[in-house]
């Protein structure tokens, strides 16, 4: 079984044209298929965030840019869910004005999401399986 680390399968996809996610994306010209079979590889050995919640995409899978993107949101959320007879409290902040205050970590925390660090990718004759560890 070949063990490829994270530069050499990047380095490898560029080589064929098509940068990974975090580096311009992915060329429109991709098949589907390829394209998802490239992601999931990627996905495994780049860290990501698990995040279902408001603003997620379909994979669930979202890079550190991505997901505090979507927190952008929260404040719109936060009115939304009040208007529904929900009052959200975290810590000692004040809500929603100190959504601008919390760290990674906090925004993890607060909304359940679970980091991921990647592992390399085994590539052997029954195709691709990597594991990624919780953190």
């Given at each position: 079984?070949?063990?490829?680390?994270?530069?050499?399968?990047?380095?490898?996809?560029?080589?064929?044209?098509?940068?990974?996610?975090?580096?311009?994306?992915?060329?429109?010209?991709?098949?589907?298929?390829?394209?998802?079979?490239?992601?999931?590889?990627?996905?495994?050995?780049?860290?990501?965030?698990?995040?279902?919640?408001?603003?997620?995409?379909?994979?669930?899978?979202?890079?550190?840019?991505?997901?505090l993107?979507?927190?952008?949101?929260a404040?719109?959320?936060?009115?939304?869910?009040?208007?529904?007879?929900?009052?959200m409290?975290?810590?000692?902040?004040?809500?929603?004005?100190?959504?601008?205050?919390?760290?990674?970590?906090?925004?993890?925390?607060?909304?359940?999401?679970?980091?991921?660090?990647?592992?390399?990718?085994?590539?052997?004759?029954?195709?691709?399986?990597?594991?990624?560890?919780?953190?």
């Amino acid at each position: 079984m070949i063990q490829l680390k994270k530069k050499e399968v990047i380095k490898f996809f560029f080589q064929w044209g098509v940068p990974p996610p975090g580096e311009g994306g992915f060329a429109q010209e991709v098949p589907g298929d390829f394209h998802l079979k490239i992601c999931g590889i990627l996905c495994s050995i780049m860290p990501y965030i698990h995040y279902s919640g408001i603003g997620c995409n379909d994979s669930q899978k979202h890079t550190i840019d991505e997901f505090l993107n979507i927190m952008t949101h929260a404040p719109g959320h936060y009115y939304e869910m009040k208007s529904l007879g929900f009052y959200m409290e975290y810590k000692n902040y004040d809500l929603p004005a100190d959504f601008d205050k919390f760290t990674l970590e906090e925004w993890l925390d607060y909304t359940g999401a679970v980091y991921y660090e990647g592992e390399p990718v085994s590539v052997g004759r029954n195709g691709v399986s990597a594991t990624a560890n919780k953190t």
